[in-house]
């Protein structure tokens, strides 16, 4: 339902069997007495979603408040895409952010500042459904943590497919972070549900073709492609794009923002859930596919990259081979390592 009017307490019954996994999350974030919270929401989503998020923070004990403003878009470079001044200045000041925007902001700089700030952000675009199904359990955590922990010792990654994809990149020395959907310790920033990992590989050193085949999900088209479309990949950004229909819409959406920066390799990983349905059109859904490539280009300055970029798109190759240094971790599609099952 569209936003009604803060305090209008009998949204939250409506959808009270989400409630449970929502107060669960909050708990394993450290969300209790004395914690100062910030719920951030505007007038296009989902108001029963913003009061159970609220009342389970004011349930555990913490001074909450929630801020609610109009829809914010634009470029990640634009200021339009960014909260209110306002906004930010109390988002700084508090222990949680529970960021629940229509469109999420977390490439900005102004982002990055309430995390320098000291703040924990916990974003969350997801609808009741996809919180319940896709909330992590402690198998998709142990799986998720310890394929980040291999990931962060590896020095390449290769991806390889039957569709034609043979890409290369470096991930020396970067951090690859495990999205659990909970935040905590040096873990500032998480997405809620989600169930993958992530690392930005060295920004100038992806090399290769990399292949959306048909049925592959790009989550900024909301859609999964139809006919395939070949990119060709040097000095770690795109430098070539072929292929029909869709490789047309590829190109322009890179076109539009006349910028460079977005043809970067991002990041690249895997997901982690088995309960992730590749039908259900939801972002958090592809990109935690259970052994779907991640491929992002674009912005990745929050991940721990150092692109700046004014886009972000993100690919999931299904049916595919993930290497880190020799070893597979991913096969066909199937999460094969043993340390993964």
Known sequence: MPYTGIGYAPSIAKSIWVYPTIERVLKLCGVKSGKKVVVYTDTNRNKDISDMFFGAAVNLGADVIEIV????????TDESRNPPKLAL???KKSDLVIDLPTNHWAYTASHDEVLDAGAYMLLSE???ELIVR????????????????MLTRAKNVRIVSEAGTDLTLSVKGRTCIAETGIVGGSKKFDVFPASLIEIPPIEDSAKGILVIAPGDPIVEFNKLVD???KCTVKDGRIVTIEGGRDATMFKQWYAQWDDPNVYVTAHIGFGTHHNADL???????WESLYGGINIAFGANKSLGGNNLAKGHMDIIIRNADFYADDEILVKAGKLVHKALK
């Open 89 to 91: 200045e109390v988002m």
């Open 126 to 128: 997801a609808d009741e």
């Open 279 to 285: 039908l259900s059109g939801q972002a958090m859904d």
């Open 227 to 229: 006919e395939p479309i």
């Open 134 to 149: 896709l909330a992590s359990t402690e198998e998709t955590i142990r799986r998720t943590e310890n394929g980040a922990e």
């Open 69 to 76: 403003t109009t829809p914010r878009f634009g470029s990640f």
